[in-house]
C-alpha cells in the first residue's frame, strides 16, 4: 500500500463526512447538480467517501461508476451498493474502460497532490459532451474572514483542525478555482456558491435548527464569493 493510500485510509477511519452539517451541504450540493440535468447518460463519481451523494443518485435511478482511493470506503460502499462498480485506485492511477457523460469531484481537488495533472486526466475521461461538476471549501467563507478578525487564524487560508484533519492540502477562493480549470484545458460554463456559514460546523450543529441550516444554504447561492462552498460545471 503506498503512503498516500495509508494516509486515505486514516481520513476513512476517523471521518466526518456523516455529520449533520456535513450532510445537509452534500445533499444541497445534489440538489445544484440536479438543476443542470447532469446525470443522463454514463455517471463517474470521484471520492464518494460513504456514499451520501451516490445514494441520492442512486434513489433518482442514475447507476453511477464510483472511484475511491480508500479501501475502508470501497468495502463499505460495495456492501451498500453491491450492483455499482466500485474502483479501489488512486485518481493517478485510474484506466477507465468507457468515456463519461458526468463525471462529479465532490470535495476531491483540495485533497489531491496535483489538481491540474488530475483535472487534464479527469477531462480525457469525457465524452465530447460531457460534463464535470466539481465542489470545493471556499477559503473567502465569512466564517474564515470572522475567524481573521477574531485572531483563531493567521488569515483566510489557514488550515483548521478539521481540514487537517481531512487531509486538505489547499483551499481554494474562486478565482484559484476556475484557474485550475483554465490550466487543464478545461471551459467554465457555470459558477456558484451555497452556504453563508457564520459559525464553525460545530457551533451550527449545537444551536441552528434544522429551517436555519437550510436557509443558509440558500443565502450562499445570493452571495457566492463568501459561501463556504463553492461549484462549478465544466466540459471540454
Given at each position: 500500500?503506498?503512503?498516500?493510500?495509508?494516509?486515505?485510509?486514516?481520513?476513512?477511519?476517523?471521518?466526518?463526512?456523516?455529520?449533520?452539517?456535513?450532510?445537509?451541504?452534500?445533499?444541497?450540493?445534489?440538489?445544484?447538480?440536479?438543476?443542470?440535468?447532469?446525470?443522463?447518460?454514463?455517471?463517474?463519481?470521484?471520492?464518494?467517501?460513504?456514499?451520501?451523494?451516490?445514494?441520492?443518485?442512486?434513489?433518482?435511478?442514475?447507476?453511477?461508476?464510483?472511484?475511491?482511493?480508500?479501501?475502508?470506503?470501497?468495502?463499505?460502499?460495495?456492501?451498500?451498493?453491491?450492483?455499482?462498480?466500485?474502483?479501489?485506485?488512486?485518481?493517478?492511477?485510474?484506466?477507465?474502460?468507457?468515456?463519461?457523460?458526468t463525471i462529479i469531484l465532490g470535495h476531491v481537488l483540495e485533497h489531491v497532490v496535483d489538481p491540474v495533472s488530475i483535472l487534464r486526466k479527469v477531462g480525457t475521461w469525457l465524452t465530447n459532451n460531457?460534463?464535470?461538476?466539481?465542489?470545493?471549501?471556499?477559503?473567502?467563507?465569512?466564517?474564515?474572514?470572522?475567524?481573521?478578525?477574531?485572531?483563531?487564524?493567521?488569515?483566510?487560508?489557514?488550515?483548521?483542525?478539521?481540514?487537517?484533519?481531512?487531509?486538505?492540502?489547499?483551499?481554494?477562493?474562486?478565482?484559484?478555482?476556475?484557474?485550475?480549470?483554465?490550466?487543464?484545458?478545461?471551459?467554465?460554463?457555470?459558477?456558484?456558491?451555497?452556504?453563508?456559514?457564520?459559525?464553525?460546523?460545530?457551533?451550527?450543529?449545537?444551536?441552528?435548527?434544522?429551517?436555519?441550516?437550510?436557509?443558509?444554504?440558500?443565502?450562499?447561492?445570493?452571495?457566492?464569493?463568501?459561501?463556504?462552498?463553492?461549484?462549478?460545471?465544466?466540459?471540454?
Amino acid at each position: 500500500m503506498s503512503d498516500e493510500s495509508k494516509k486515505i485510509d486514516e481520513v476513512a477511519n476517523n471521518s466526518l463526512y456523516t455529520s449533520t452539517a456535513a450532510l445537509a451541504t452534500i445533499n444541497y450540493s445534489y440538489e445544484i447538480f440536479s438543476r443542470y440535468r447532469l446525470g443522463e447518460g454514463s455517471i463517474l463519481e470521484l471520492g464518494p467517501a460513504e456514499g451520501t451523494m451516490t445514494e441520492r443518485l442512486y434513489r433518482d435511478g442514475y447507476k453511477p461508476e464510483l472511484l475511491e482511493g480508500s479501501k475502508v470506503f470501497c468495502n463499505q460502499l460495495r456492501k451498500k451498493f453491491p450492483d455499482l462498480e466500485v474502483y479501489n485506485k488512486l485518481f493517478e492511477d485510474f484506466e477507465p474502460k468507457i468515456s463519461y457523460d458526468t463525471i462529479i469531484l465532490g470535495h476531491v481537488l483540495e485533497h489531491v497532490v496535483d489538481p491540474v495533472s488530475i483535472l487534464r486526466k479527469v477531462g480525457t475521461w469525457l465524452t465530447n459532451n460531457g460534463r464535470i461538476f466539481a465542489a470545493v471549501p471556499n477559503k473567502r467563507s465569512i466564517h474564515r474572514q470572522a475567524a481573521v478578525i477574531m485572531g483563531l487564524i493567521n488569515h483566510e487560508g489557514t488550515m483548521s483542525a478539521k481540514d487537517i484533519h481531512h487531509g486538505h492540502r489547499r483551499i481554494y477562493d474562486p478565482e484559484s478555482f476556475r484557474h485550475a480549470f483554465a490550466s487543464s484545458g478545461l471551459y467554465v460554463e457555470h459558477f456558484g456558491g451555497y452556504w453563508l456559514k457564520s459559525l464553525s460546523d460545530s457551533q451550527i450543529e449545537r444551536h441552528w435548527t434544522h429551517e436555519m441550516l437550510q436557509a443558509s444554504l440558500i443565502l450562499g447561492e445570493r452571495y457566492p464569493d463568501i459561501a463556504a462552498e463553492i461549484y462549478l460545471i465544466a466540459k471540454k
